[in-house]
C-alpha cells in the first residue's frame, strides 16, 4: 500500500522554541494532505488541510499563526509549530489520501505517517 | 460541522466472543465511514471501512453495518483473540479522500 513518512519520530524542544515536523508521501502524490493532533488516550483532532498550491485550511479554534502549515510540493507538507509552550505537548500525526485504481472511487483510503511525539518543556 | 460519537468507551470480551462498536454522525451528506485500530504509540490502521451505497461490509471476522437513515454505522468482530485489543476509532467524512472526523476511541481488551 502507499506509504507516508513523518521526521522527526519525536522531538524535545524547550518552551519558545519552534518546531517543525515533515510529512511526506513515498510513493504517490498528495494534492491534500491532513493534520491531526491526538493528546494521550484521546482521539485524533483534525488540525487543518493541507493544500498544495494554495493556504492551509485551519479548524476552528486552530490558530494558524502558530501552526504553520506549508504544502511545498505533491509529496511534502510541513507542520512548524512556532512558539511553542508545554500544553503544546503531543502527538501529531498526518494523513494522505492515496488515488484510487482506475475504474473506482476518484479517492482510495487515507493513510497516515507514524505520528510525531513532541515534548515541550 | 460533522460530529461522531462513540460508544463504549471500554470494552472487555473473554476470547471468542464477539465484540460490537457503535457510532452515530450528525452530517447527513457525510458518505464514507472508516474504521481504524491504533496500538499504542502507532499509527491509526484501516480495518474496514464502508460507503453510502452499502449497508454491510464484511471481511473475514469483521463486519461494519451502516444505516443511513439513522445516522449511525457499527463495527463487529467475531472470535474475538487477544491480539484485537486495541484503541477502535470510527471516523466519517463526505468521501474517501477527505478530511475524517474520528470518533472518541473504544478500548478494546481481550483476555483469554
Known amino acids: 500500500g502507499a506509504v507516508v513518512s513523518q521526521h522527526p519520530s519525536r522531538v524535545i524542544c524547550k518552551s519558545g522554541t519552534s518546531v517543525k515536523i515533515e510529512c511526506r508521501s513515498l510513493?504517490?502524490?498528495?494534492?491534500?494532505m491532513f493534520w491531526y493532533r491526538q493528546f494521550p488516550k484521546k482521539s485524533l483532532m483534525l488540525m487543518a488541510t493541507s493544500n498544495e498550491g494554495s493556504k492551509a485550511t485551519y479548524e476552528q479554534g486552530v490558530e494558524k499563526d502558530k501552526f504553520l502549515i506549508n504544502h511545498a510540493s505533491l509529496t511534502l507538507s510541513t507542520l512548524t509549530v512556532t512558539s511553542a509552550h508545554p500544553e503544546d505537548s503531543s502527538f501529531y500525526i498526518c494523513?494522505?489520501?492515496?488515488?484510487?485504481?482506475?475504474?473506482?472511487?476518484?479517492?482510495?483510503?487515507?493513510?497516515f505517517g507514524p505520528g510525531t511525539r513532541l515534548t515541550v518543556l | 460541522g460533522e460530529n461522531v460519537e462513540q460508544h463504549p468507551s471500554t470494552l472487555s470480551v473473554q476470547e471468542g466472543d464477539s465484540a460490537v462498536i457503535k457510532c452515530t454522525y450528525s452530517?447527513?451528506?457525510?458518505?464514507?465511514f472508516p474504521w481504524y485500530k491504533q496500538e499504542l504509540g502507532k499509527r491509526p490502521q484501516l480495518i474496514i471501512d464502508i460507503r453510502s451505497n452499502v449497508g454491510e461490509k464484511k471481511d473475514q471476522r469483521i463486519a461494519v453495518t451502516l444505516n443511513k437513515t439513522a445516522k449511525h454505522f457499527s463495527l463487529h468482530i467475531t472470535e474475538t483473540q487477544p491480539e484485537d485489543s486495541a484503541v477502535y476509532f470510527c471516523?466519517?467524512?463526505?468521501?474517501?479522500?477527505?478530511?475524517?472526523?474520528f470518533g472518541k476511541g473504544t478500548t478494546l481488551s481481550v483476555s483469554s
Open positions: 510513493d504517490f502524490q498528495a494534492t491534500t
Open positions: 494523513s494522505a489520501p492515496s488515488p484510487g485504481l482506475a475504474g473506482g472511487s476518484s479517492y482510495n483510503e487515507q493513510f
Open positions: 452530517d447527513s451528506a457525510s458518505n464514507y
Open positions: 471516523a466519517a467524512s463526505r468521501q474517501a479522500g477527505t478530511a475524517l472526523i
